[in-house]
Nanobody, 126 residues
Framework: QVQLVESGGGLVQPGGSLRLSCAVS????????MGWFRQAPGKEREFVAA????????YYRDSVKGRFIISRDNANNTVFLEMNSLKFDDTAVYYC???????????????????WGQGTQVTVSS
C-alpha cells in the first residue's frame, strides 16, 4: 500500500509563495503518477499538476502554468508543489494523490487515483 502525508499549507497574501510537501511511503511502480488536486468550497475537485515518478515528466492545468512547479526528491520519497504568484482563486484544500499504473490520459482524472493524503488548506487573502 501507499501512504501520503501532506504539509505546508497556510495563509498567504496575493502574489506570495508557498511550498507544499507530500511524504510518500510504501511501494511505487514504474508508471506511478503523483498528482496534486484541489477543491474549493462548493466546487468540484480539480487537477492541478502531476509527475511521473520514473521519468520526472510533469503536467499542469493551464491556469497554473508558469506559476506552480511540481518536483520530487527521490532520496527522501517526497513530492513538492511550489506555488508562486498566488491568486485569490488558488484558495482551496490541496490533496496529494498517487496512481500506481498511470497513462497519459488517466493522470488528469481524480477518479483514477487510488491513494490520497488528508489535505492541507491553502488560503490566499489580503
Amino acid at each position: 500500500q501507499v501512504q501520503l502525508v501532506e504539509s505546508g499549507g497556510g495563509l498567504v497574501q496575493p502574489g506570495g509563495s508557498l511550498r507544499l510537501s507530500c511524504a510518500v511511503s510504501g511501494r511505487t511502480f514504474r508508471n506511478t503518477a503523483m498528482g496534486w488536486f484541489r477543491q474549493a468550497p462548493g466546487k468540484e475537485r480539480e487537477f492541478v499538476a502531476a509527475l511521473i515518478w520514473s521519468s520526472s515528466n510533469t503536467y499542469y492545468r493551464d491556469s497554473v502554468k508558469g506559476r506552480f512547479i511540481i518536483s520530487r526528491d527521490n532520496a527522501n520519497n517526497t513530492v513538492f508543489l511550489e506555488m508562486n504568484s498566488l491568486k485569490f482563486d488558488d484558495t482551496a484544500v490541496y490533496y496529494c494523490a498517487a496512481q500506481l499504473a498511470s497513462t497519459t490520459q488517466s493522470i488528469w482524472n481524480f477518479r483514477m487515483y487510488a491513494y490520497w493524503g488528508q489535505g492541507t488548506q491553502v488560503t490566499v487573502s489580503s
